[in-house]
C-alpha cells in the first residue's frame, strides 16, 4: 500500500545539507532555543541557504522564534513533506507546524519522538543547505541520544547560564557529546550579564566564575557572552523585528567565532 510507504532518503534524494549544528543545553530554559532562531537568522541575513529542525518536540518553540508559528507544513509527494519558509528565508521544521492547535501536549514515549526527529531529518525536502541548526532535545536523555546517533551532526554549540547547578549538568552534556565523538564547537554564555541603563556598566547576575572553570575543566572554546535583556527576551513571544540591531549586533562575533570553529 503506497499511503502506507514512508518517505526516507530514497524518496528524498535531493536534500544536500553541507553542515549540521546542534544546539545543546544540559537543562531547559537557559535560552538554547532563542540562541538557535537567532544564529539562524544571522547566518540567513549572511546569504547562507539554512534550516532550522526543531527536536525539541515536547516544548517546540522554533516556529514562534522564526514568526511562523500560524503557518502549517504541507504534505509532499511520496510521503515526504515540505518545510515552512520564514520571512528570512529560513526553511523550518517542527512538531507545532503539523498539530492543529499549538497548544496541545505531546504525550508520547521516547521512541515515538525519537522517531519524529528522525524523520525531521530523513523526510523533510530540506534541498541545498549550508547550515541546518537542530534545535537539541533538552537534557541529555534517550532522545538528545538517538538523534545524535542519526543525525550527522557536525558539531554542537553548548548554551549554557553562570550557574553553579547548570555548569554540572552542563557538563553531563559535554561529556556525552564526547562519548559519541561528536565534536563540540564551543560553548555561548546566555544571561551572563545585565547592562545597567544609567551607567552602562555590566553587571554579573550570577556568581561570575562558574563558566571559566567550566571552560578550562571540560577545555571549551567560548563563542561569546549574552545579556539578559528584554530584546533577547522578545523574541520568543514573537514581537522581536527584523532590524533590531542591539540584538543582531550580540550575534556578529558568535557567528564569527562559530564558522571559524566549525
Ligand atoms: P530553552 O530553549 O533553553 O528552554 P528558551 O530559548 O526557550 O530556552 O528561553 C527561555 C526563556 O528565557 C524564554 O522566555 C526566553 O525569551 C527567555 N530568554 C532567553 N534568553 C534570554 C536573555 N538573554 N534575556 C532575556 N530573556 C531571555
Do not use: H
Not at 537557559?30 to 539562524?40: E, F, P, Q, R, W
Not at 539554512?50 to 502549517?72: E, F, M, Q
Amino acid at each position: 500500500n503506497k499511503d502506507q510507504q514512508s518517505c526516507g532518503i530514497q524518496n528524498n534524494p535531493l536534500n544536500n545539507i553541507k553542515k549540521i549544528i546542534g544546539v545543546m543545553s544540559g537543562k531547559g530554559g537557559v535560552g538554547k532555543s532563542t540562541v538557535s532562531a537567532l544564529i539562524a537568522r544571522n547566518l540567513a541575513k549572511q546569504g547562507y541557504k539554512v534550516g532550522v529542525l526543531d527536536a525539541d518536540i515536547t516544548g517546540p518553540s522554533i516556529p514562534r522564534l522564526l514568526g511562523v508559528k500560524d503557518a502549517k507544513a504541507m504534505g509532499a509527494p511520496n510521503n515526504c513533506i515540505y518545510p515552512v519558509q520564514s520571512a528570512d528565508g529560513i526553511k523550518v521544521m517542527s512538531l507545532n507546524l503539523l498539530l492543529e492547535d499549538e497548544n496541545q501536549p505531546v504525550i508520547w514515549r521516547g521512541a515515538m519522538i525519537s522517531n519524529t526527529v528522525k524523520q525531521f531529518y530523513t523526510d523533510v525536502i530540506w534541498g541545498e543547505l549550508d547550515y541546518l541548526l537542530i534545535d537539541m532535545p533538552p537534557g541529555t536523555g534517550d532522545v538528545a541520544l538517538t538523534v545524535m546517533q542519526s543525525i550527522p551532526i557536525n558539531g554542537i554549540v553548548m548554551v549554557s547560564v553562570p550557574q553553579d547547578m547548570v555548569s554540572m549538568i552542563v557538563a553531563k552534556a559535554v561529556n556525552m557529546v564526547k562519548k559519541l565523538d561528536i565534536e563540540i564547537i564551543g560553548l555561548v554564555e546566555n544571561m551572563s550579564y545585565i547592562v545597567c541603563p544609567d551607567c552602562g556598566k555590566k553587571i554579573q547576575i550570577f556568581n561570575g566564575n562558574d563558566t571559566s572553570k567550566l571552560l578550562d575543566d571540560l577545555q571549551l572554546n567560548l563563542l561569546g557572552t549574552l545579556p539578559m535583556n528584554a530584546g533577547l527576551g522578545n523574541v520568543s513571544v514573537g514581537v522581536y523585528k527584523d532590524g533590531d540591531e542591539e540584538v543582531e549586533g550580540l550575534f556578529n562575533p558568535i557567528v564569527i567565532n562559530l564558522l571559524n570553529s566549525l
